[in-house]
Nanobody
C-alpha cells in the first residue's frame, strides 16, 4: 500500500489544520494507521494512531485534547484534525500504516512498514 500525506501549511498559533493520509494500491482494512512528526534536530515522535478495525484511537500526551484522528473507509483516508496549534507543533508530519501492530507497539515508529512522504506543518507565534 502506498500512502500520500497532504494538508500541511503555515498557520498562526491557536489555528487549525487538517492533515490527510490517503491509501492507494490497497486499503487500511485491518491496519493500524498512525501519524508521527519530526522537528529539526529531533527524533521522530508519535502523535496519534487509529486501529481501522474497531476504531480505537491513541494519542501522545502532548496533543491529547487538541488533535483528533479519524478514518473514512469509503475514501481509504485517515485524517488528523489539529486544533489549538502551538509553535512546538511545528514539524514534518508523516503517516504510517502496518497490519501487524500490537497494542504495546502502537507508538513505535520502527514497527510500521508503510510510510507516506511527509507534509510540513509550521505554526508561527
Amino acid at each position: 500500500v502506498q500512502l500520500q500525506a497532504s494538508g500541511g501549511g503555515l498557520v498562526q498559533a491557536g489555528g487549525s489544520l487538517r492533515l490527510s493520509c490517503a491509501a492507494s494500491g490497497g486499503t487500511f482494512r485491518r491496519q493500524t494507521v498512525a501519524w508521527f512528526r519530526q522537528a529539526p534536530g529531533k527524533e521522530r515522535e508519535f502523535v496519534a494512531a487509529i486501529r481501522w478495525s474497531g476504531g480505537s484511537t491513541y494519542y501522545a500526551d502532548s496533543v491529547k485534547g487538541r488533535f483528533t484522528i479519524s478514518g473514512d473507509n469509503a475514501k481509504s483516508t485517515v485524517y488528523l484534525i489539529m486544533n489549538s496549534l502551538r509553535p512546538e507543533d511545528t514539524a514534518v508530519y508523516y503517516c504510517a500504516a502496518d497490519p501487524s501492530i500490537i497494542l504495546s507497539s502502537v507508538r513505535m515508529a520502527q514497527q510500521y512498514a508503510y510510510w507516506g512522504q511527509g507534509t510540513q506543518v509550521t505554526v508561527s507565534s
